[in-house]
C-alpha cells in the first residue's frame, strides 16, 4: 500500500461551522506534512508532525488544530473559517529514518476546501 | 528570488513533440523531486532524485547537482500529459525534510 487517503475530497462549510480533514497512510511513514494550496500556486507548509509530534507550525491561525492521534492518522480540525480559507489542503508523508534526506514523499489527492 | 526557478511557466505542445521543462534552484538540497498534478488533483510523484538521470516509461529526468539544475523531458507527448509539473527540492540544511516548490510548469498538449 503506498497510498495517502485524504477524506473528504470535498468539503462546503459556513463560518460558524466546525469540521475535519482527515489523512490515513499505512507505509509505516513518521513524517506527515499538512499544506494549503491556492490556485495556480504551489503548495504552502501548514504543519509538520514527526513521530506524532508537532514539530513545525509556520504561523498558521488557530482556526486550524492539527492533530496526530497515531502513526498512521493526521487530522485538521477547522473551526470559524473564512472565505480566504477556501483552497486545496493537501497531506503528504515520509519515511522518517535518522534522516529524511533521501526519502520520497507521498501525497493524498487533497480535500477541496470551501468556505461560504 | 525564490530558491527554485522553474521554465517555462507555460508550454503548449503537439502531440508527438518532445518536451522539456527545466528547474534550477540555490540551496544545497539532498534530493529533488518532480511532481505531478492534473487540474484541481492531488499531486502524484514521478520522480525522486539526488544525482544523475533516472527514466520511468516516456518520462526522464534528469539532474546536475554541480550547476544546481535539472530537467524533466517527456518524450512522445500526449494530450494525457497536461498537467502542471512541478520541481521541489529537499535542502539539505535544516530539519523535517520540508520540500521547497517551484512554481510549476503548466503543460498543454494538444492532439
Known amino acids: 500500500d503506498t497510498e495517502v487517503t485524504q477524506t473528504p475530497k470535498h468539503l462546503v462549510m459556513g463560518m460558524t461551522n466546525k469540521k475535519s480533514l482527515k489523512c490515513e497512510q499505512h507505509?509505516?511513514?513518521?513524517?506527515m506534512y499538512w499544506y494549503k494550496q491556492k490556485a495556480k500556486k504551489p503548495p504552502e507548509l501548514m504543519f509538520v508532525?514527526?513521530?506524532?509530534?508537532?514539530?513545525i507550525n509556520e504561523s498558521v491561525p488557530s482556526r486550524f488544530s492539527p492533530e496526530c492521534p497515531n502513526s498512521s492518522l493526521l487530522n485538521l480540525h477547522l473551526h470559524a473559517l473564512q472565505p480566504e480559507d477556501s483552497a486545496l489542503y493537501l497531506c503528504?508523508?515520509?519515511?522518517?529514518?535518522?534522516?529524511?534526506?533521501?526519502?520520497?514523499?507521498?501525497f493524498g489527492q487533497g480535500t477541496r476546501l470551501t468556505v461560504v | 528570488k525564490n530558491e527554485v526557478e522553474q521554465s517555462p511557466q507555460n508550454l503548449t505542445a503537439q502531440e508527438g513533440e518532445f518536451i522539456t521543462i527545466n528547474c534550477s534552484y540555490s540551496?544545497?538540497?539532498?534530493?529533488l523531486h518532480w511532481l505531478q498534478q492534473h487540474p484541481g488533483g492531488g499531486i502524484v510523484s514521478l520522480f525522486m532524485?539526488?544525482?544523475g538521470k533516472k527514466k520511468h516509461g516516456r518520462l526522464i529526468a534528469t539532474i546536475n547537482i554541480q550547476e544546481k539544475h535539472s530537467s524533466l523531458h517527456i518524450t512522445a507527448s500526449h494530450p494525457r500529459d497536461s498537467a502542471v509539473y512541478i520541481c521541489?527540492?529537499?535542502?539539505?540544511?535544516?530539519?523535517?525534510?520540508?520540500?521547497?516548490f517551484g512554481k510549476g510548469t503548466k503543460l498543454s498538449v494538444k492532439p
Open positions: 503528504a508523508s515520509r519515511y522518517r529514518g535518522l534522516t529524511l534526506r533521501d526519502t520520497e514523499a507521498f
Open positions: 507505509m509505516g511513514h513518521r513524517a
Open positions: 508532525y514527526s513521530y506524532e509530534k508537532l514539530s
Open positions: 532524485l539526488s544525482s
Open positions: 540551496v544545497g538540497i539532498s534530493a
Open positions: 521541489a527540492v529537499i535542502p539539505r540544511r535544516g530539519s523535517q525534510g520540508n520540500l521547497i
